[in-house]
């Protein structure tokens, strides 16, 4: 079985530019999440959502930041505009959510450096 | 609130000695308790789990943790180290009961195995 897949690996930008991730979750997982680990540090949560609905998104930085996943299958994470202090690994996770002791499995991450 | 402490952002040991990795966590409610690891590169890869059933738990690597409330820890522990153990672990709390999944985690801590 294919785990989550996330695109790109690497992106090396400028700031002030766009930037765009994409994860592919575990086929019927309902329940796909995006964390930002900085270096040094664990993942903290960005957004969940629960099919298509994002159920929270209460750490998200809503001015710059948006996500999506239509159809409740992949989603995708845009960043508009970038700034130096944006630069982590974004990891996808996924889980087949029933009462919140579900396993999520993550995704390699991509690395994003903002010069 | 909800929160892990890992005491010791680097951990090293002699290969074939005892690892032990800490973590302490802060709840208002039972909490589910995982250990992740993860490799250079690489995501996350859940190594055990405590949803509330034995105390005692066995995971994957030979690796095994023990839920102790009293002491409100989930310390990870290998009898002996393999070169192949080197890696950054996670420990992460999540709640039961709220309707939620959303992983906390700590800092992190990173294993060296000294050959």
């Known amino acids: 079985e294919a785990g989550v897949v996330q695109s790109p690996r690497y992106k090396i930008i400028e700031k002030k530019q766009p930037v765009a991730f994409w994860c592919n979750p575990i086929s019927g997982h309902n329940t796909l999440y995006w964390y930002r680990q900085n270096l040094g540090q664990g993942p903290e949560l960005l957004i969940r959502y629960e099919n298509e609905e994002a159920v929270d998104d209460s750490q998200l930085p809503k001015d710059r930041f948006s996500a999506e996943r239509l159809k409740g299958v992949d989603s995708t994470l845009k960043i508009q505009p970038a700034e130096l202090g944006d630069s982590a690994v974004y990891l996808c996770?996924?889980?087949?959510?029933?009462?919140?002791?579900?396993?999520?499995?993550f995704g390699p991450g991509t690395r994003l450096t903002v010069l | 609130a909800q929160s892990v402490t890992q005491l010791g952002s680097h951990v090293s040991v002699s290969e074939g000695a005892l690892v032990l990795l800490r973590c302490n966590y802060s709840s208002s409610v039972p909490p589910y308790l995982f250990w992740y690891v993860q490799y250079p590169n690489q995501g996350l890869q859940l190594l055990l789990k405590y949803t509330s059933a034995a105390t005692l738990v066995k995971g994957i690597n030979g690796f095994e943790a023990e839920f102790k409330k009293s002491e409100t820890s989930f310390h990870l522990t290998k009898p002996s180290a393999h070169m192949s153990d080197a890696a950054e672990y996670f420990c992460?709390?999540?709640?039961?009961?709220?309707?939620?999944?959303?992983?906390?985690f700590g800092t992190g801590t990173r294993l060296t195995v000294i050959p």
């Open positions: 996770a996924s889980s087949f959510w029933t009462s919140g002791r579900d396993t999520q499995y």
């Open positions: 992460a709390v999540t709640l039961r009961g709220t309707g939620a999944n959303n992983l906390f």
